[in-house]
């Protein structure tokens, strides 16, 4: 099963945390219970790469029902797409894709990752190589209300560094999301987005370099299996207080010891990014999430 399941990078990763996974529920098709709930979200990550190579990340939004599954190895996303959006621009149908349902109402979430099918203007569809549940670990609650935003949208900001807001939204973060890829056989490998929680102040700020805590989660390792495998990634921070969405793209190290460094307690090992590429877009969430409630696995945790 194992072997089934996981790639290389994945497997070598867990034998460096020191784990024995001996099986996965990591399916082939959708169970009844996630086409539902993908089918109920009124939003969705989405990961893929750019043309050279680069994990990207995004974030699609609609009314409860812009997501269907007409099947349990298809999902059919109905949603706008803006052209600036450097994941949107490099989505196309045989393109890999991954995918994270996550409610903020409720901490659940499940991911879907596989092969863009057909696509249209406003339709992407998802042929699913890999369907599994996620633990509900690290994940604040939150009311999500309707923000103001301008009609059309601002553009696209590409930053040189890091400015004031960037920084602020970073020290201040207690979700954001990472996308990485990993090359290998089917179903193995391909792209992947998943979430990433903690007080606010778990995400360090060191010049370029941001260092992140690797709290215990379902240990199945496929973001650090990925990075192993392919050390880029792209991190997608959104701004719950003025609905903007910050997008960085880097190089990856891991350190797998957890006296390496004097971190958050609760840290079983780390990771930082080099930053490559930053952008943003100012008032791109259709809400603002207000009267946050802390998960208990991350009150247990610290900051730096």
Not at 1 to 8: A, G
Not at 9 to 22: C, H, S, T, Y
Not at 182 to 203: E, I, L, M, N
Request: some cysteine; glycine content about 10%.
């Amino acid at each position: 099963m194992k072997d089934r399941v996981f790639h290389p990078g994945e497997r070598r990763a867990q034998a460096l945390a020191q784990l024995d996974i001996v099986s996965a529920p990591i399916r082939s098709a959708m169970p009844e219970q996630h086409r539902d709930f993908f089918a109920g979200l009124p939003y969705v990550l989405a990961s893929t790469l750019d043309e050279n190579g680069w994990p990207l990340a995004t974030l699609l939004t609609g009314q409860p029902g812009f997501i269907r599954s007409p099947d349990a190895t298809h999902l059919r996303i109905n949603a706008p797409r803006r052209q600036d959006d450097p994941a949107l621009a490099a989505m196309h149908s045989g393109k890999e894709i991954g995918l994270l349902g996550i409610d903020f109402s409720n901490r659940r979430r499940n991911r879907v990752n596989g092969r863009i099918g057909r696509m249209d203007k406003n339709r992407i569809e998802i042929v699913v190589d890999q369907s599994f549940g996620n633990c509900p670990k690290y994940i604040q609650i939150r009311e999500l209300v309707e923000s103001t935003r301008q009609n059309p949208l601002p553009l696209r900001e590409d930053l040189v560094t890091l400015d004031d807001d960037a920084r602020r939204l970073i020290a201040g973060a207690d979700t954001f999301f990472v996308a990485t890829h990993a090359h290998g056989d089917k179903p193995q490998g391909g792209a992947d987005v998943s979430h990433r929680g903690g007080k606010p102040g778990f995400v360090k700020i060191e010049g370029n370099r941001l260092w992140i805590p690797d709290f215990s989660g379902n240990n199945y390792m496929n973001t650090l299996g990925n990075l192993l495998a392919q050390p880029r990634a792209a991190l997608l921070f959104p701004d719950f207080d003025n609905s903007d969405i910050l997008h960085l793209q880097g190089t990856t190290e891991i350190l797998w010891q957890p006296g390496a460094l004097n971190g958050p307690d609760g840290a079983q090992r780390y990771w930082c990014m080099d930053i490559a590429r930053t952008w943003r877009f100012r008032g791109a969430l259709p809400w603002r999430g207000l009267h946050v409630q802390y998960s208990p696995t991350t009150m247990a945790t610290g900051s730096w």
